[in-house]
């Protein structure tokens, strides 16, 4: 923690008796698995899609993926489309080298589909899936260009400012309490280049909540996707539609006021 934080964090304590918003997940715990679930696929294929159709390049960009530790498909996924750096963020230590590694191993069972959407030779997808049997969680992480932190806070911080090209994040009002999440926003806007973006996936009937998050934390919209009936997919198969689980998805831009002063 810088001094410049800690010093506002014991002012905040003085003022308020306790501490920032802790991250304090809510909801019903669901255990990590790495059998691939094809709407979570679905999703991460979906934003590289959004997000290339909004004139953003992945190619080298530094990812920051907030929550993933219960699920690894997404990073990985990102990770095939071209991003540099990839680091994960969760409050709990879940992820281990069997749940990634088996996690990469499952979704080579899904390279056609991949690789057409990102573009890709099927091959190409296979073979940058694989992993070597005797690899360690630290070596599949430098394979797949990852860092794993965890347990970790954004509130405290210490990337540097204007380091990361890129923020996403599933469904976070859902799994943290609105305050913190409003809490967090100011710190993912500092850390944010000033043409940075974040992306989020949630649930149709939450999309309400946060436009107005975004609103009340100057966030601007720059892209929506409301009301999306995913393409469950599956290799080999023709996509198929489940109106049921309707998702929405939406690119924001979170600068600083320093960055709004930007001259580039």
């Known amino acids: 923690m810088t001094d410049m934080r800690r010093r506002a964090h014991e002012l905040w304590i003085r003022l308020f008796g306790r501490g920032p918003p802790q991250p304090k997940r809510i909801g019903e715990f669901v255990p990590p698995i790495s059998k691939i679930d094809p709407r979570t696929l679905e999703q991460g294929l979906y934003q590289v899609e959004m997000l290339k159709r909004s004139g953003f390049d992945l190619k080298r960009k530094t990812l920051l993926n907030i929550g993933t530790g219960w699920q690894p498909t997404i990073p990985l996924v990102f990770h095939l489309a071209g991003c540099g750096d990839i680091i994960l963020v969760d409050h709990e230590r879940v992820l281990d080298r069997e749940l990634l590694v088996q996690t990469a191993t499952n979704l080579r069972g899904y390279a056609g589909e991949i690789a057409k959407r990102l573009g890709m030779e099927k091959r190409e997808v296979v073979q940058r899936l694989r992993v070597p049997a005797d690899v360690t969680l630290f070596g599949a992480l430098r394979q797949f260009h990852m860092q794993y932190l965890a347990p970790y806070d954004l509130i405290d911080t210490p990337f540097p400012d204007n ?11 859902a799994h943290y309490t ?3 999440v409003k809490t967090i926003l100011p710190a993912i806007g500092r850390l944010l280049r000033h043409d940075g973006l974040m992306s989020l996936c949630f649930e149709q009937n939450d999309r309400l909540d946060y436009l107005e998050l975004l609103r009340e934390s100057s966030c601007r919209l720059v892209i929506e996707e409301s009301d999306t009936e995913l393409r469950v997919v599956t290799d080999g198969e023709a996509p198929e539609r489940d109106p049921t689980r309707s998702l929405a998805f939406l690119i924001a831009s979170c600068m600083s006021s320093e960055q709004e002063n930007y001259p580039g």
């Open 178 to 180: 609105t305050k913190y």
């Open 163 to 173: 380091s990361i090209d890129l923020v996403i994040a599933r469904a976070p009002l």
